[in-house]
């Protein structure tokens, strides 16, 4: 079950989080979670370069080590790149200790102070001590859940909840994962010609 739009209550539980990005001009934060995938990641940065978009991907660990020249073409066309832990951990069912470390052996491969909990599970011991390291992360969660994970939704569904819920400083979350890829390959497309056309710019997470 989740929600395509994250109310204010949810926010509150988790107030050290970022939800959105606090901005006045016509900016919206595509994010990507689960790669690099070679095929998919690859249809991602080439839709993202048509409009001069940017975009933030939380990688997985294991994933970078798996695609080193995918992962490179993300910052070399000028992406942010994220943690999203080593083996895309539930923080809600492992221990801390353990958690921790996965995120540590992430980073080995992920130079990033941005990191994203798989399916936004993340306890507060856990989110409290990622804030209080020698180098902090900035835990980024988001405003606009595309639904692109969903089996039971149509492409067409994926992209309308996109298309009406997002707004000027709105965090998105895409997957570049194959599970989400017939959803994500038609809803992408649409949503970076229709913001384009209200004037809106598609920018990358930075802290």
Known sequence: MYIAKTPKWVKKLFPGSIWEMP????????????????????????????????????????????????????????????????DH???????????????????????SNLFRPPYGRITRTQSRHLSQLEKPFKIIMWSVLSGDFDDNITPEQCCEMVLKNARTGSVIVFHDSEKANVRMRYALPLVLKKFTEKGYQFEKIVF
């Open 23 to 86: 901005v006045s001009k016509k900016a919206i934060y595509l994010t990507f979670d689960d790669g690099p995938h070679p095929d998919i990641t690859s249809f991602v940065l080439d839709e993202l370069s048509k409009y001069d978009a940017k975009a933030t991907f939380f990688c997985v660990g294991k994933n970078v080590l798996d695609h080193p020249a995918v992962f490179d073409r993300i910052i070399k066309e000028g992406h942010a790149v994220g943690n999203h832990t080593y």
């Open 89 to 111: 951990l539930d923080g809600w069912k492992t221990g801390n200790a353990k958690y921790l470390q996965n995120i540590a052996k992430a980073q080995n491969l992920i130079d």
